[in-house]
Nanobody
Framework: QVQLVESGGGLVQPGGSLRLSCVAS????????MGWYRQAPGKQRELVAA???????NYADSVKGRFTISRDNAKNAVYLQMNILKPEDTAVYYC?????????WGRGTQVTVSS
């Protein structure tokens, strides 16, 4: 089993920045993909950004140029730097980790962008 704990969410004004962190614990050997997903009220969960163990990244079009995902393999951690935040970025952000055919999820952290 893999446990994921997110932190760093909160309330921010449009144009502001937040940095999300996610730390994995438990049976972390073999995790090859870590990523961030988000779910807004009434919408499906969507991929925001993902990073594989070799460093290749993938971003949703809506966040390209504003968000940056990074990973610290030694700490089993993944981060999401979010800049130029918009009201439409408001959602619960979930950390996900894929190991073999199984995806593990954190409980999520709320990000609210509002003036």
């Amino acid at each position: 089993q893999v446990q994921l704990v997110e932190s760093g969410g909160g309330l921010v004004q449009p144009g502001g920045s937040l940095r999300l962190s996610c730390v994995a614990s438990g049976s972390t050997f073999g995790i090859n993909v870590m990523g961030w997903y988000r779910q807004a009220p009434g919408k499906q969960r969507e991929l925001v950004a993902a990073i594989i163990s070799g460093g290749t990244t993938n971003y949703a079009d809506s966040v390209k140029g504003r968000f940056t995902i990074s990973r610290d393999n030694a700490k089993n951690a993944v981060y999401l730097q979010m800049n130029i935040l918009k009201p439409e970025d408001t959602a619960v952000y979930y950390c996900g980790a894929k190991k073999s055919v199984t995806t593990y999820w954190g409980r999520g952290t709320q990000v609210t962008v509002s003036s």
